[in-house]
């Protein structure tokens, strides 16, 4: 046998390091038409950004490894991701404007970042499929569904600023966009069919003397007053003028209300994140609660019974987008287009469809999802196959149903969003009374 | 030349320190004092000076039962980790004669550090859990009918995860006072005709003081800014102050947060004063 010695190891490693090379050179030919010349144009573009990083912040739900490692390939360029909560999310926002370049963040918290200065407007011309975007979030319309009619921060309703330099919203279409969206959906109340034994049907529910102690409602005051004002109304309890941006004196009976069902023992707990919900739910410490759609599919890749209620009332919707940081500026900005480009060019769609989310341009997902994979996300269909997420598990067996049905029929039935209302520091000060009584 | 250096060594000394200090202790701290005086219009700071902030949380009866609460904790808390800590620390330094094992056993009481926080908390729900181990114990032999359900989500369980947490803080300090004690003195006072009890009572305790005055300190400050416990043992139902600074920062309530953690600051500086005016730790260390 031969002696390894360092100089052989050496040489090995580098003829092995130039064949590799070599066929990898081989593997991509140079553009027809142009041998020895680098491409102009565009391609000029794309090789200076192959060294800009861009700082993303945003939330676990789309902070996710497989979409920046796709990303980083199809376009050159580094990210760099972090996965916060809701509430850090928005505070590094609008306190650390330089930690970050975009901000994958959520609609209702434009009117808390916006007025900060922090994001520059997109400019709506460069963004190539912006025309294919679903109209739910370009012009608030979708075939005259009820969702047009819905409250709270409505998308449409912090989508445009006048003018580039606008700390303010505009009240109708513009040139200049705050986020570009690319998931949205459609959130409603969660149980567990095996423990709750019938099926639930209107959010009033949450408030049944049957759950008492069984129930759980989600701790972040934006979207948990939301989920409680379904429900209070529901119930017949009390009636609003606006859900979405209520009164001081709204507020006080709201809460007061879920004070009294908080004494009475209805809740079993609180949940903040996206986990806690998840354990509730397959612990069967709650049965019934406010709940996130993949966290329901995370409930049921463990093997446990979990549906998300398509109930009466309607739903209350959320949708995340793309923003833009101040600083960022020349190849930076261009690169940070190219991302929102091809963040819209579908890929990322369907990667986040099969967990459930809805895609911005629908019509370009689906070039990237089976026909199966499609019929069952977004038109309702009976599975024809197992449906599998992007990890690997699978969430639904053959013939399975998705919950509520078809995009048009959830989406088009969201009857609120969630909001930023006019009081929303007395809202937290009320929340935070209830929380602690 | 030589006398002016000698004069100025110790301030020269103690210089770097002293700048340590300033910078990440007492200039932060001077920070949050001034910020709890300042305004809040929804989404950023508004500087000023006005008593809102703390006028706000005087009135409000929600922050004072939320203070009563979580002296309530603190009392409990701290009773249970004496309760459990010095028997422990008494055994571990007098019954354990082998200086290897006892190594062994007081390493044995770090147990609990070596997994982070918030997997200890969770690892709680299928222990105490309404299909919990012990709910399922209880069931099976027929001790109850219906799953235990104060037993997560609860005061109990809150004082339960704060005990395992923050005993160990205890221990240590009362095992250092009794491992300093001279043996001579208790075989002196039993030569006196002492009885077990009453070396206990007249040179143990005694003698221990600055040991469990130093854990309570530890055990004191960490349960007043308590508030990833009591969120996760107490299901999100339960109020602490720090939650509710949490919960303020988290709706990026600077300022009235700022005065929360300020009246939490004296509240607690008060409650160390207190235990050390009972034992002169510098006295008797």
Known sequence: MTQWTRRHLLRTGLAAGAALTATQCARNPAPVGTPNNPAPGPEVNTNQIKDVTLRFIGTGVSQINEIRNKAQEDLGIKLDMRALSTEENNQIAITQPNQYDVFDGEYFSLPLVVPSGNLQAIDVSKIRDFDKIVPIFTQNKFDGAPVEQAQGTFPYKVMYLPDQESKEFATEATNWATLIPFQYNADTLGYRPDLVGRTIESWAELFDAEFQGKTSILDIPSIGIMDAAMVVEAAKLMTFGDKGNMTREEIDKITDILKEQKQNGQFRAFWKTFDESVNLMSSGEVILQSMWSPAVTAVKAKGIECVYAPLKEGYRAWGGGIGLSKNLSGIELDAAYEYINWMLDGWVGAFLGRQGYYSAVPENAKKFMSAPEWDFWYEGKPASEDMVDPFGKTLEKQGAVRDGGSFAERMGNVVVWNSTMDEQVYLVQKWNEFIAS | ?285
């Not at chain 2, 000394?13 to 219009?41: A, C, E, K, R």
């Not at chain 2, 997997?119 to 799953?147: C, D, H, Y």
């Not at chain 2, 600055?210 to 800014?225: D, K, Q």
């Open chain 2, 1 to 285: 030349m030589h006398s002016t250096w000698k004069s100025l060594k110790p301030y020269v000394l103690v210089t770097p320190q002293t700048l340590v200090l300033l910078m990440f202790l007492v200039f932060p701290i001077l920070m949050i004092g001034v910020v709890s005086f300042w305004q809040f219009n929804g989404y950023s700071m508004v500087p000023a000076f006005s008593f809102e902030n703390y006028k706000g949380i005087f009135t409000s009866e929600v922050s004072v039962r939320t203070y009563l609460n979580t002296f309530k904790y603190v009392f409990l808390v701290w009773c249970f980790c004496l309760a459990i800590a010095f028997p422990v620390a008494y055994f571990l330094a007098f019954h354990i004669k082998n200086d290897r094992l006892q190594i062994i056993l007081f390493l044995i009481c770090t147990v609990p550090f070596w997994t982070s926080n918030i997997i200890r908390m969770i690892s709680w729900i299928p222990v105490l859990g309404k299909e919990g181990l012990i709910n399922q114990f209880l069931l099976a032999t027929g001790l109850v009918q219906q799953p235990v359900e104060w037993l997560l989500y609860s005061d109990f369980a809150i004082v339960l995860g704060m005990v395992h947490l923050y005993n160990f803080f205890m221990i240590a300090p009362i095992f250092n006072s009794l491992m300093r004690i001279d043996r001579n003195l208790i075989t002196a006072a039993l030569d006196m005709g002492a009885s077990g009890f009453q070396v206990l009572k007249e040179v143990i305790l005694p003698l221990a003081a600055p040991g469990i005055a130093i854990g309570s300190i530890f055990v004191v400050t960490l349960v007043m800014g308590e508030y990833i416990t009591v969120r996760l043992m107490g299901g999100g139902q339960a109020a602490s102050v720090g939650k509710l600074i949490s919960t303020q920062i988290g709706s990026l309530q600077y300022p009235l947060a700022a005065a929360n953690a300020v009246i939490l600051l004296l509240v607690t500086l008060v409650l160390v004063m207190a235990i050390l005016r009972v034992v002169d730790i510098r006295k008797e260390l």
